[in-house]
């Protein structure tokens, strides 16, 4: 059963906390034990049914049928590469490519398999409206993944001039008949905690019955448990081509911003793959990293904005769930930590919790001029582009030079920021995000995403730019009308 990170006596189903995504104390939903998986047994089979094994293990209540039947329908011809989440080593990095499904983004792994769990978990009445605060990436995921599902709505956020311009793109050109996208003034944490305080809004819960409020960030248990598979896919192909032998601990890289990504290697070692540590690598809006140094966490500083967007965030929500489990499930320290943050916008945690974390976690960070430096190495020496998160994570990689194989989480696809990969690569400067995709296409023998390709011919459907106040009547109206 799930609980909350804030209050140990709540008790659900996995089905029910996928379903409301946020509890009602303002915490996450968390699995309190794990069940260690056979190591030799996920490492002898395909990406799906690694998939069917972690997803039973996180999400027993649904029953193996219905995620097998889940898991063939997210991850088959929509994924443009066989193995789904491809390692490709480059010399002598080791990148796990997470971007070749329907957005090009490593959220694409989630977000085609919570829409078909939600959808097992609703019953014939049920009415869900998926809100979706995004940075960049989670936004067209969502929205993607979400689109005319039955019984579902679902209304993406993003901070207005806080994505790139593909990103951007990507969510206002949306079709389907569930969908809405609105730019919002201010920036990412602007638009998560107005979601989350929507979440917890109970007279617009009453105004929305009997529509239900759900959440596509990580969140959602239900976005997190898909994104644990691909630590287990990149160890097994490791093995499979020698690098490793089974057993061995092996380090992982991982750009983050909300800490979602990096948390979900860390349930992947709970289940028993051998990690020796997770480098967390940040931009410079770099509070997580200098939390994992420090122990103090601090939004109290000045939000940047940096070639690396989706990482733009000051408010990291999944580190609480890594504050719960390094605590031995303290709820009432969580919550404590969590009434400082809202309070005073900082916490600082016990010396003994931080010792806990930093035996699985080291974090770093890299500046613009690091990123666009690594870019630029990378594609001379090897002919590999790097976007600009991966690049973050190579920069932070290669400063720590841990002992060990290491595998670099490759977030995006280059041409998603294909502005930034130019003049890094090329030393040229387009003002056309797409005249720049083609450039980048022709130097270096690459294809352009056929969903990136074609977004150029696409219409803009969605205009709407809101204050983070309006957001509730948004969602209220846009409930009335799709739901």
Request: aromatic content about 8%; cysteine-free.
């Amino acid at each position: 059963m799930y609980t909350s990170t804030r209050d140990s006596k709540l008790s659900l189903t996995s089905q029910q906390a996928l379903k409301t995504g946020f509890a009602p104390d303002g915490g996450l939903y968390v699995l309190p034990t794990f069940t260690k998986l056979d190591l030799e047994a996920i490492l002898a089979v395909p990406y799906q049914e690694q998939a069917v094994q972690v997803l039973l293990a996180l999400l027993p209540d649904f029953g193996e049928a219905t995620l097998r039947q889940a898991v063939t329908a997210a991850y088959g011809d929509n994924f443009s590469d066989p193995q789904i989440t491809p390692v490709h080593t480059v010399g002598e990095t080791h990148y796990l490519e997470l971007f070749h499904g329907p957005t090009s983004a490593f959220k694409d792994i989630g977000l085609q398999l919570l829409p078909r769990l939600l959808q097992a978990a609703l019953a014939a009445n049920d009415r869900v409206l998926i809100l979706a605060a995004t940075s960049g990436d989670t936004g067209k995921a969502a929205l993607e993944g979400f689109k005319d599902v039955p019984q579902t709505g679902i209304a993406t956020f993003y901070p207005d001039g806080g994505v790139s311009p593909i990103q951007e793109r990507q969510m206002t050109t949306t079709g389907g008949q569930n969908t809405t996208v609105a730019a919002i003034s201010g920036n990412f944490d602007d638009a998560q905690s107005a979601v989350k305080a929507m979440l917890n809004d109970h007279a617009l819960q009453a105004q929305l019955s009997p529509v239900q409020l759900s959440v596509a960030n990580s969140i959602n248990i239900g976005r997190l448990a898909p994104q644990v598979v691909y630590y287990f896919a990149a160890y097994r192909q490791l093995v499979q081509a020698g690098t490793i032998q089974v057993g061995e601990r092996v380090n992982f890289t991982v750009p983050t911003g909300n800490f979602g990504d990096v948390l979900a290697g860390y349930y992947a070692k709970q289940l028993g793959l051998p990690v020796n540590k997770f480098i967390v690598a940040t931009n410079a809006n770099s509070e997580v990293s200098d939390f994992l140094a420090t122990g103090v966490y601090d939004r109290n500083r000045q939000f940047l904005k940096t070639s690396s967007p989706s990482m733009d965030i000051q408010i990291s929500s999944n580190l609480e769930r890594l504050l719960y489990y390094k605590s031995n499930g303290d709820s009432a320290l969580v919550a404590q930590l969590m009434q400082s943050l809202a309070d005073t916008g900082r916490y600082q945690v016990p010396a003994d919790l931080l010792a806990a974390i930093q035996a699985d976690f080291v974090g770093g960070k890299a500046q613009d001029t690091e990123v666009l430096a690594a870019i630029r190495a990378v594609a001379d020496a090897h002919g590999y582009l790097m976007d600009p998160h991966t690049a973050v994570g190579y920069v932070v990689q290669q400063r720590l030079a841990l002992a060990g194989p290491t595998v670099l989480l490759a977030t995006a696809s280059p041409f998603k920021f294909p502005q930034v990969v130019a003049e890094a690569a090329l030393g040229e400067h387009y003002a056309d995000g797409f005249e720049a995709m083609q450039v980048l296409a022709s130097a270096y023998h690459q294809a352009i995403p056929q969903p990136l390709a074609q977004l150029a011919d696409l219409p803009i459907r969605h205009h709407q730019l809101l204050q983070p106040a309006q957001m509730p009547e948004f969602v209220a109206q846009f409930a009335q009308e799709v739901l």
